[in-house]
């Protein structure tokens, strides 16, 4: 059986695909886009030589685009203090006393929680806005300083 420098072409962007799809790695589209890019280049009748200069062009530059554009977007904060993670992050809670270690524990949504100061200067009981997530402890800031 022979195949045609297209089909080899389609077969590698199928394999890329699939590869993507195992192991998530975004790159791996790019780089069946400039597989495809080749199958078309066979498809037009180029030699071989054409077929893997578009491949690399069409490929190499879907991935550095891919590249450069990840490296500008904003980074998403971390999700202990991701507010699309978790929505206990802005809510607020009172505090009535502060242990001298820095921690105090605080009745939120019918529970007890510890809690650890994350503000500026010494702690003072009163409302404060929770802007972490630790294990089972919420790091707070007082509720005028966020």
Wanted: net charge neutral.
């Amino acid at each position: 059986m022979d195949m045609s420098d297209s089909t080899l072409w389609w077969v590698l962007a199928g394999l890329l695909v699939a590869a993507e799809l195992l192991t998530g790695t975004f790159y791996l589209l790019m780089l069946a886009l400039g597989a495809a890019a080749g199958a078309l280049a066979a498809h037009a009748g180029l030699a071989t030589t054409a077929q893997l200069a578009a491949a690399a062009v069409i490929g190499g530059g879907a991935t550095a685009a891919w590249h450069f554009s990840r490296a500008r977007a904003p980074r998403t904060a971390p999700s202990e203090s991701n507010r699309d993670v978790n929505l206990d992050i802005g809510q607020t809670v009172d505090v009535d006393a502060w242990g001298a270690d820095g921690q105090a524990r605080v009745q939120y949504r019918g529970a007890t929680w510890a809690v650890r100061y994350a503000g500026a200067g010494q702690p003072a009981p009163g409302k404060h806005v929770i802007v972490a997530l630790r294990g089972n402890c919420f790091d707070v800031t007082p509720s005028g300083t966020r």
